[in-house]
């Protein structure tokens, strides 16, 4: 090799293979984002096939400031660790930030093995400015000296490679801001839907609050009106009872006791008022057991037979898998399926379908949902949201009190439950109450 070498010298092939090996490296550098260590790698190998040394290896400075050997290419296996001192410090080239030469003359007091005068070297800072990456050292046999054209071809492949490893590094720097700002984006978009969470939970609590107050004020007004009005009711309707049952003995006219019944029965009326205000202003403790929510259903329906046959309505139930047991107050959960159902028959005049469905709660662990969805008129938007106060009602005057959907909001929070509407105008309503099926969850 070493009289190849030697009888080759600074021909116009050569120089054409220099200037290929340049362009070729172009090209591979070029290419964003690039692989630094195949780059390095063939940038090894390039300079071996041009120059034809011992060996060329490229090391690269570390984290910690040490040179780190990255690469070779040469005749021995393994790669020869040819430095004493692994920090920058000890590195003539990047200290001086030049080229280093060492020949028969001139030595690297950094050089463990493979030094001058057996062997001479070049060593080529890869730098950009301030910025060290490493260096390309290329070893030959003794007595071989680079031709200023040759050094020139070393230093143009070193800048190459220098320029690709800055290129990498800040390819790799944007890559990872770009990293850490879709991560900051997408936990601004995390808080900021917590955020939206929170102040659609806020508006609930305080609606919610509202309504208690409402519930709370109209109870207790309830209390004392409905003392003073159903002792006068009880002694009226008593009368008319006595009456009725002496209607022979005093000889009443027909006249007198259709008028006695139609006062019987509007004072029946004002009656079954009174003790729904009992119900809605009296805060009775909940008596929670578990129950089967088919067999509740089932008897209320039973109880509404009449009413569903007489409007045409039909009744389909979907309680599907294992969600039919709820943990609730059997007496007062079977008054609100009563009322909700009794509104949906009443929604209904000319007929149609009510559903009733359950499913476990999403966002309530241990709760059931049970919705009930109507085919009748709905309610118009702009009363949704009175639709649970005291005494507020969308039916006809003389066909509802207003109570019952407040009293089966009082019942359900009672349960620590929740009750929902969402209606169409001319399309229907669904009401979803949610109720707990276990013991535990009522204690977290």
């Known amino acids: ?41 063939t940038v090894a190998e390039e300079v071996y096939q041009l120059f034809c040394p011992e060996f060329c290896c490229v090391y690269m400075v570390d984290d910690k400031g040490s040179l780190e050997f990255t690469t070779h290419r040469g005749l021995d296996s393994p790669a020869p660790d040819l430095h004493i001192d692994h920090s920058m410090g000890s590195c003539i080239a990047l200290r001086d930030g030049l080229p280093y030469v060492a020949c ?23 730098v950009t400015g301030s ?52 991560d900051a984006y997408r936990e601004i978009k995390r808080l900021n839907e917590m955020l939206e969470g929170k102040i659609v939970e806020l508006k609930k609590t305080q609606q919610r609050l509202i309504q208690s107050e409402k519930l709370a004020a109209t109870g207790m007004l309830s209390a004392g009106l409905c003392h003073e009005i159903n002792n006068p009711l009880s002694v009226i309707l008593n009368r008319i009872e006595c ?73 389909h139930i979907e309680i ?23 509104n949906a028959i009443d929604a209904m005049p000319e007929g149609g379908n009510i559903h009733i469905y359950t499913r476990a709660s999403e966002e309530r662990k241990g709760y059931l949902e049970i919705s009930i969805a109507d085919e009748g008129v709905g309610i118009p938007e702009e009363y949704i949201h009175r639709i649970f106060d005291p005494f507020f009602t969308t039916k006809s005057l003389g066909k509802g009190t207003g109570l019952g959907l407040s009293i ?5 929070k009672a349960h620590k439950g929740e009750i929902r509407i969402k209606s169409i ?13 276990r013991e535990e969850v009522l204690k977290q």
């Open 1 to 41: 090799m070493s009289q190849r070498i030697k009888d080759r010298g600074i021909s116009e092939e050569w120089v054409s293979s220099a200037l290929s090996t340049v362009i070729k490296l172009s090209n591979i550098i070029g290419y964003l984002p690039g692989d630094i260590e195949m780059t390095l790698k």
């Open 425 to 437: 105008p001319d399309r229907g309503s669904t009401f979803t109450v949610v109720l707990p099926c």
């Open 104 to 126: 028969e003359n001139t030595s690297c007091p950094n050089r463990g093995m493979y030094g001058a005068p057996e062997f001479s070297h070049i060593c080529i800072p890869m």
């Open 243 to 315: 009456l009725r049952m002496e209607a022979e003995e005093l000889t009443l006219p027909a006249q007198l006791m259709k008028d006695l019944d139609v006062i019987y029965t509007n004072a029946s009326k004002v009656s079954g008022i009174v003790q729904d205000l009992l119900i809605f202003s009296r805060h009775q403790p909940v008596r929670f057991d578990y129950i089967d929510l088919r067999l509740l259903i089932e008897k209320v329906l039973y109880m509404l037979d009449d009413d569903l046959k007489r409007s045409g309505c039909r009744v």
């Open 131 to 182: 910025e060290a990456y490493g260096v390309i050292s290329v070893t030959f046999p003794a007595g071989r000296r680079l031709e200023r054209n040759e050094i020139d071809v070393l230093l143009a492949i070193t800048c190459q490679t220098s320029a690709a490893i800055q290129r990498y590094r800040l390819f790799e720097k944007i890559r990872r801001e770009k990293s850490e700002i879709e």
């Open 408 to 412: 089966c909001y009082g019942i359900v």
């Open 320 to 342: 599907t898998g294992g969600y039919h047991t709820l943990y609730c107050d059997k007496e007062r959960i079977e008054h609100v399926f009563t009322n909700i159902l009794s």
